[in-house]
C-alpha cells in the first residue's frame, strides 16, 4: 500500500465513521426509542452491541472502498506519472 493509498483509507474510514454515527442515532431513535441510545452509554445491551457491530462494520467496508476503488487509484495512478514527468 502507498502513501496515497494508505491517506485514502484513512478518509474513507472516518467519513464513514461519520456516516455510520449519524445512521445509528436516527435507527436507534426509531427502534429502541425507550433505551436511550442519545446517551453514550444505551440503556440496554441490544443497542450497545449494535453500534459497536455498526461502526466495525461500516468503517471497514469505507476503509476497503477508499483504498481499493477503481476511480480513485486511477486518479492516484496519474498524479504519480504527472509528478515524475
Request: hydrophobic share 50%.
Amino acid at each position: 500500500m502507498g502513501g496515497g493509498r494508505v491517506a485514502q483509507a484513512a478518509f474513507g474510514g472516518i467519513l464513514r465513521a461519520a456516516v455510520t454515527a449519524v445512521i445509528y442515532e436516527f435507527v436507534g431513535a426509531v427502534v429502541f426509542p425507550l433505551e436511550r441510545t442519545y446517551l453514550p452509554t444505551a440503556k440496554a445491551p441490544v443497542p450497545r452491541r449494535l453500534a459497536h457491530l455498526n461502526v466495525a462494520i461500516c468503517v471497514s467496508v469505507g476503509t476497503l472502498w477508499a483504498a481499493y476503488d477503481s476511480s480513485l487509484r486511477r486518479k492516484a495512478v496519474s498524479s504519480r506519472i504527472l509528478r515524475k514527468a
